[in-house]
């Protein structure tokens, strides 16, 4: 069984950065695409990024594009989003989840997660 943890979220002023990471327990990441999402309160859970098995593919949600960069560390069992540029409109738990695929490609559907993170909270704001 698949466990994902999420970490690195906290209070950020507008402009800042904050790098999240998700690690995985259980079972190795070499065969999930992984995506990262967020929930902003009031408002439904949206993709922001997802990365393939290897890294090869990757994709943006259009608010974060040149913004946040997804990546992963196979032999370390973890993936991160780097988040620059951070406005108040960020603000959101943000959520990593994995993916069993044998596809060299990723995707930011939400049903088609396999597991799920807790999520980290990331607040941005003056």
């Known amino acids: 069984q698949l466990q994902l943890v999420e970490s690195g979220g906290g209070l950020v002023q507008p402009g800042g950065s904050l790098r999240l990471s998700c690690a995985a327990s259980g079972a190795t990441l070499n065969f999930y695409a992984m995506g990262w999402f967020r929930q902003a309160p009031g408002k439904e859970r949206e993709g922001v990024s997802c990365i393939s098995r290897t890294g090869g593919t990757t994709n943006y949600a259009d608010s974060v594009k040149g913004r946040f960069t997804i990546s992963r560390d196979n032999a370390k069992n973890t993936v991160y989003l780097q988040m620059n540029s951070l406005k108040p409109e960020d603000t959101a738990v943000y959520y990593c989840?994995?993916?069993?695929?044998?596809?060299?490609?990723?995707?930011?559907?939400?049903?088609?997660?396999?597991?799920w993170g807790k999520g980290t909270l990331v607040t941005v704001s003056s």
């Open positions: 989840a994995a993916d069993f695929t044998i596809r060299s490609m990723c995707s930011m559907g939400i049903d088609g997660m396999d597991y």
